[in-house]
């Protein structure tokens, strides 16, 4: 006889399976492992956050960006896995970029916010709405993109 298959965790519930276990942290807070967390190039990432800007945003829609600073590796590569899943962009190593209805900026919201009450810890997580325009005004330092003319942002100089 077949074995049923189990619904998927949900992220809530990874976490309680992890604080059963016991939480330690592997490493130092500031520390980064390449191998735990697969992160596109600056390229790629750009590429994203513009099909987000040039995405016709319907009236319910919102920006936002989602940032944390948490000191278990499991929690946060837990935390990665679940941004990914519903749809948010990696812009960085601990910030996601995502666009969605107001349902799932909650959701998300409130998911996270359960995963922060589930330990001891002096984690923070930030969630962040944006508009439109702020993200078109954004800035790329440290890099040669032209994430200016890729936005829109020209500036025409007439002699």
């Given at each position: 006889m077949?074995?049923?298959k189990?619904p998927?965790?949900?992220?809530?519930?990874?976490?309680?399976?992890?604080?059963a276990?016991?939480?330690?942290?592997?490493?130092?807070?500031?520390q980064?492992?390449p191998a735990?967390?697969?992160?596109?190039?600056?390229?790629?990432?750009?590429e994203?956050?513009?099909?987000?800007y040039?995405?016709?945003?319907?009236?319910w829609?919102?920006?936002y960006f989602?940032?944390?600073?948490?000191?278990n590796?499991?929690?946060?590569?837990?935390?990665?896995k679940?941004?990914?899943?519903n749809?948010?962009?990696?812009?960085?190593?601990?910030v996601?970029?995502?666009s969605?209805?107001?349902d799932?900026?909650?959701e998300?919201?409130?998911?996270?916010?359960?995963?922060?009450?589930?330990?001891?810890?002096?984690?923070s997580?930030v969630?962040?709405?944006?508009?439109?325009?702020?993200?078109?005004?954004?800035k790329?330092?440290g890099q040669?993109?032209?994430?200016d003319?890729?936005?829109?942002?020209?500036?025409?100089?007439?002699?």
């Amino acid at each position: 006889m077949p074995r049923k298959k189990r619904p998927p965790l949900t992220l809530p519930e990874m976490l309680q399976k992890v604080k059963a276990a016991g939480l330690k942290p592997i490493r130092s807070p500031n520390q980064f492992d390449p191998a735990q967390e697969n992160i596109d190039t600056l390229e790629q990432r750009i590429e994203r956050i513009l099909s987000i800007y040039n995405r016709t945003q319907k009236a319910w829609d919102m920006i936002y960006f989602v940032m944390y600073d948490i000191e278990n590796t499991k929690v946060r590569n837990l935390i990665a896995k679940y941004l990914k899943k519903n749809g948010c962009i990696r812009v960085q190593r601990s910030v996601f970029l995502a666009s969605s209805d107001r349902d799932k900026f909650n959701e998300i919201h409130s998911t996270l916010k359960q995963v922060q009450e589930y330990y001891d810890n002096n984690d923070s997580i930030v969630v962040v709405p944006v508009s439109a325009d702020s993200l078109r005004s954004m800035k790329v330092i440290g890099q040669q993109l032209a994430i200016d003319l890729a936005l829109g942002n020209r500036n025409t100089l007439f002699f």
